[in-house]
């Protein structure tokens, strides 16, 4: 009887231990520390790649020359700049910020409005407001590399 209850008593106090250890292993979240200045670096060097290969990936899609194409890829650059200090200022009211980004959807590409075709112009107006579908574009660039390959061989 002692030992039958010895046993019982000891297999209790081990699953209760294992279950223990096993939720500290899986549950218990990891303190993050603060980036450091080199992961700062690296994060914003990784943003302004993938800024660069959307825009080229845009600009494929446009029937401008490569003259134009060179504008519209600077007037892109300064538009995001600017959206992003906007972002990062402190307003007020949400709907300020609102006003502010419509506002520099609307005016910044008045410039470049008389240079390019009226096509081009609207699927900047779509690149701007988020209908831009990059996915199309990079299956395309698949395509053309396949055929290309096989054209070879």
Known sequence: ????????????????????VRRNRMGTPQVQSKPSEQDIEKRKRMIEERKQEYISNFL?????????KEIIRQNLNTFYDAKLAILQT????????????????????????????????????EMITGDFDEKEVKKEKKKKKKRKKNKDN
């Open 1 to 20: 009887m002692k030992k039958t209850l010895l046993i019982l008593f000891t297999l209790f106090l081990v699953s209760n231990i294992h279950g223990q």
């Open 60 to 68: 494929t899609t446009l029937e401008a020359d490569e003259f134009q």
């Open 90 to 125: 402190p307003f007020d009211r949400s709907f300020d910020r609102q006003n502010a980004i419509k506002k520099l959807e609307s005016t910044h590409f008045e410039e470049i409005e008389t240079l390019i075709s009226k096509s081009d112009m609207d699927k900047i107006k």
